[in-house]
């Protein structure tokens, strides 16, 4: 095996290892096993893990296991009779070649190496490339004379040249999206051409360049057929199955001569380019071209290029000595759709296929089209299949709209996957076990047995027997009321503790909370001896020590001081708790208070006021 200068490899087993944390694709080539002046020409993957290869040189055949780069031979026991060029998976599971030499024959290869060759029916030609067609049957090119055949899997074969131009030189040959079969034509000026399984061909030279000749051709992963120009300064063509062709070259070097093309499991297409020194390009699918050489000897010549089992690029390297290689794929992935939703966390699903390579992923989420917030990476293996992955969000916010993506990394690069979006569940009260609090401005809150902790800007669903404090804010308290409905009030300026009875039929139980009362038996004591009617007795008596503010429309609630409650029928009240009593004050609707210390049940109107005495004594309105 040869050693790109400059690029340190550690040869395991004759496998070139790459160096960790490369971030980029980069080749290995294979080389123990592979016979001098072979000349590997055309690669497939052949279903069972390994890739099978045509070997021109040696008129013969061989496979190269996909995990361990093992190469075996088939020179010695079953050499072929002409010189192997394009080669193809048929659909009855065995191996295809198209041989060019002496009069030409099509050879059938099993699993296991037995080979057959059919040339009954066959005009002696050039076989050069081979496919596996959409009826079931194998359409080959032959070059000189020009013809397109097609051999049935029991070797019966057909030809067909009506309407193709003599002397065009078919290069290359693939399945169409549409149904049909494309192909290359290589000799000047070049062409593309269809044929339908029914024989009836066409071709098109608009929007080809002259002279470039078109060389190889695959199915693109957009419903298109790709193919690449050889000659003049090489480009990457596309022609639409209407027959439209584009040419891309913006990012290809000069003269480089693409020959191999396929598609790859990242939605792009790869090809070689087989001009010295040699490289590996790939082309999206709206044009945009890379090209990569790190690990590749130099003057190798890469030629035809497939998708392996294992996600990754391989291709062949025709010049002497010869190689097999393989440009490893950064990771595929797809972001899945959410399943699993709550009011503030989310299960984010992806599928993820490492490509043979150590893959790391996280999810990048956010509101509208940032993706601030990331997960923890965590591990996608380093199989070939693809597998699924998820990973646990938290902290967002209720009924909300999220984008999110995942991102996954191994050497050879970083795939982003599209975004999709989920939009969590809002926030759901329970009868008699929870309520939800949606503050506005600064509010804490405390679970029972708990510490204070500052309530989310977006709320919480939150226990029965919470505190809040909304000194600094307000609250809009949702629960469950009867049948099944909810109820909406809002609360402030004090801290108060949420109850909802079992049997009260919905109805929602607020307790005032917090004051310091002996602020009241100080002042008592500071006015020792004075008259009752002076003015630092009145202050005494009337000081405020807690309150909270209430409004609600239809809704069951009841808030409770220390000498009283008041049951609300629609309205906005005041419930303030003093050193002389319990004051409710209505600024619209009714309250029913309901006087601790005389026992009695008093309406207060908008406008009025009513003051639950600490003791015993005739209650007063307030006007």
């Not at 076989?127 to 959409?134: F, L, N, V, Y």
């Not at 890379?290 to 030629?303: C, H, K, N, V």
């Not at 003015?535 to 209430?550: E, F, I, K, T």
């Amino acid at each position: 095996m040869a050693i790109a200068s400059g690029f340190a490899m550690l040869l395991l087993g004759g496998v070139a290892a790459l160096p960790a944390n490369a971030h980029h694709p980069s080749v290995t080539e294979f080389q123990t096993g592979l016979s001098l002046n072979s000349g590997p020409w055309d690669i497939v993957d052949g279903g069972d893990g390994k890739l099978w290869f045509s070997q021109d040189g040696l008129s013969a055949f061989g496979s190269i296991a996909a995990g361990d780069g093992l190469i075996s031979e088939f020179t010695g026991l079953m050499p072929l009779a002409g010189s192997p060029k394009g080669i193809a998976k048929g659909p009855d599971g065995n191996i295809w070649i198209a041989e060019s030499s002496f009069d030409g024959a099509i050879a059938r290869v099993t699993p296991g190496g037995s080979v057959t060759e059919f040339t009954t029916g066959l005009t002696p030609s050039d076989p050069w490339d081979i496919t596996a067609g959409p009826d079931g049957n194998l359409w080959f090119v032959s070059k000189t004379p020009a013809f397109i055949g097609r051999i049935t899997t029991d070797g019966t074969i057909t030809e067909f040249s009506a309407g193709l131009t003599a002397g065009s030189e078919p290069n290359a040959i693939a399945a169409g999206p549409d149904g049909n079969l494309w192909f290359t034509e290589s000799a000047s000026p070049g062409r593309i051409g269809r044929i339908t399984p029914a024989g009836v061909i066409t071709e098109n030279s608009i929007g080809l360049t002259p002279n470039m000749v078109p060389t190889d051709i695959t199915a693109g992963p957009d419903g298109n057929l790709w193919f690449t120009l050889s000659g003049g300064a090489g480009a990457i063509g596309r022609i639409t199955p209407e027959g439209e062709i584009e040419e891309f070259s913006e990012g290809l070097t000069p003269g480089s001569a693409p020959t191999g093309i396929a598609t790859g499991g990242d939605d792009a297409l790869w090809f070689t380019e087989s001009a010295s020194p040699g490289r590996i390009g790939r082309i999206t699918t709206w044009g945009g071209i890379s090209e990569y050489s790190e690990g590749l000897t130099a003057d190798r010549s890469p030629w035809m290029i497939t998708p392996g089992p294992d996600g990754n690029m391989w291709f062949t390297e025709l010049a002497t000595p010869g190689a097999l290689a393989r440009i490893g794929l950064p990771p595929w992935a797809r972001t899945r759709s959410v399943e699993y939703l709550s009011d503030n966390s989310a299960r984010l699903p992806a599928k993820i296929r490492p490509n043979a390579q150590a893959t790391e992923f996280y999810f990048e989420y956010g509101l509208g089209e940032s993706f601030k917030g990331r997960s923890e990476a965590s591990s996608a293996g380093d199989g070939w299949e693809a597998v699924e992955v998820s990973t646990r969000i938290a902290n967002l916010k209720p009924q909300t709209k999220y984008h999110y993506r995942v991102v996954a990394t191994n050497d050879s690069g970083t795939t982003t996957a599209d975004a999709g979006s989920f939009k969590t569940a809002a926030l759901e009260p329970e009868a008699g076990e929870a309520i939800v609090a949606e503050p506005k401005g600064r509010v804490r809150f405390k679970r029972p047995g708990g510490r204070w902790r500052p309530l989310p800007a977006w709320g919480a669903e939150l226990p029965l027997g919470v505190a809040l404090d909304t000194r600094r804010g307000s609250i809009n308290l949702t629960s469950a009321a009867r049948n099944g409905r909810r109820q909406t009030g809002r609360f402030g300026g004090g801290i108060m503790q949420v109850r909802q009875p079992r049997g009260a039929r919905g109805r929602i139980d607020v307790y005032l909370r917090g004051g310091n009362f002996k602020a009241c038996t100080r002042l008592a004591a500071a006015r020792g001896r004075r008259a009752r009617s002076s003015p630092l007795a009145s202050a005494s008596r009337s000081r405020r020590v807690r309150r909270l503010w209430g409004s609600d429309s239809g809704g069951r609630y009841r808030t409770h001081g220390r000498h009283s409650q008041a049951t609300v029928r629609g309205t906005r009240w005041l419930t303030e708790d003093r050193c002389d009593g319990t004051l409710t004050r209505v600024t619209d609707g009714s309250v029913v208070v309901r006087d601790h210390t005389r026992r009695r049940n008093v309406v207060v109107r908008a406008g009025h006021s009513y003051l639950a005495q600490k003791r015993a004594r005739p209650a007063r309105r307030r006007h």
